[in-house]
């Protein structure tokens, strides 16, 4: 693997971070969905959970 510090690396990585953390609803502790593909990186993270239906930028992380 080659390291040159370009932003494409930093991008996959930041992904595949975001991939391995599970996102949790605070209302109902569902998973959560991703409600914008663009959030994180412009504006801020929201999210949207299928089960109760909230939406909004509160996820609860947990690691693996
Ligand atoms: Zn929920």
């Known amino acids: 693997m080659q390291e040159d510090g ?3 690396n930093l991008k996959i990585r930041f992904r595949r971070t975001s991939i391995k953390r599970r996102k ?6 569902g998973d959560l969905e991703i409600a914008s593909p663009f959030g994180g990186w412009l504006i ?7 089960a109760c239906g909230y939406h909004g930028p509160i996820a609860l992380e947990i690691n693996d």
């Open 44 to 50: 801020p993270q929201e999210y949207k959970c299928k």
């Open 6 to 8: 370009s932003g494409d």
């Open 24 to 29: 949790l609803c605070p209302k109902c502790l």
